[in-house]
């Protein structure tokens, strides 16, 4: 039995053992023996007290990535943002701000996966040249530098854009204007990471390209 983790450990946080809980716990939800994922009942969550989370994690809409499953975390322990693609907005970086600077966690995990369905539009709105309506518009256009990068009519585009997105969110976290310093001082780590819808595992992605 994997120890159960702590993630009310205080002062004992650092994006070093945040990190570290996170990926054991996807860990533990791909060996088929979550310590948590049972426990979701009512009364698990009223025994959560105070919220104390160790990590923040910005990840996408899609159906099959619910996070806190996949990293095996109780209530209480990350705080989870989903947009599509894990677009940023200034509502989403507000609440990263307000996650680090308020409540003092250390680590920001943004979560790309493979076969991303907004990815894959941004990358057709790209090669058609048809722009979606609406606000969905505003999600493709936050996507597409990343597909122009690595080039739309490349026949591995989708693929490779999902990586460079990810690589993308991170850079524009690192530099945003209340996580910059912390970051610069090693006080909070922003990485990106790639879950397999095909195995469940999360890997970190390298901190450079190329895609390929
Ligand atoms: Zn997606």
């Not at 923040?56 to 990535?65: E, F, N, P, T, Y």
């Not at 940023?88 to 308020?102: H, K, N, T």
């Amino acid at each position: 039995m994997p120890p159960t983790p702590d993630p009310a450990a205080g002062a004992a946080r650092t994006p070093r053992t945040a990190l570290a809980e996170l990926l054991a716990g996807n860990r533990r939800f791909v060996s088929g023996q979550p310590v948590h994922g049972h426990d979701v009942t009512a009364a698990a969550a009223v025994a959560s007290g105070d919220q104390q989370p160790y990590a923040v994690v910005l990840g996408c809409i899609d159906s099959r990535v619910p996070l806190e499953a996949i990293f095996d975390q109780t209530f209480g322990s990350i705080c989870v943002i989903r947009t599509g693609a894990h677009v940023l907005d200034r509502a989403v970086l507000g609440s990263i701000e307000y996650v680090v600077g308020q409540l003092g966690v250390p680590l920001v995990m943004v979560l790309g996966h493979e076969r991303c369905g907004a990815v894959g539009s941004a990358v057709e709105a790209l090669r058609t040249g048809q722009r979606p309506g609406g606000s969905l518009a505003y999600v493709i256009d936050r996507i597409a530098p990343a597909v122009t990068e690595v080039g739309a009519e490349d026949p591995d585009a989708h693929p490779l854009a999902i990586r460079r997105h990810v690589r993308r969110t991170v850079a524009t976290l690192r530099a945003d204007d209340l996580l910059a310093g912390p970051v610069v001082a090693g006080e909070v780590a922003v990485v990106g990471a790639l879950y397999d819808l095909a195995t469940g595992e999360v890997a970190l992605l390298a901190e450079e390209g190329p895609e390929k």
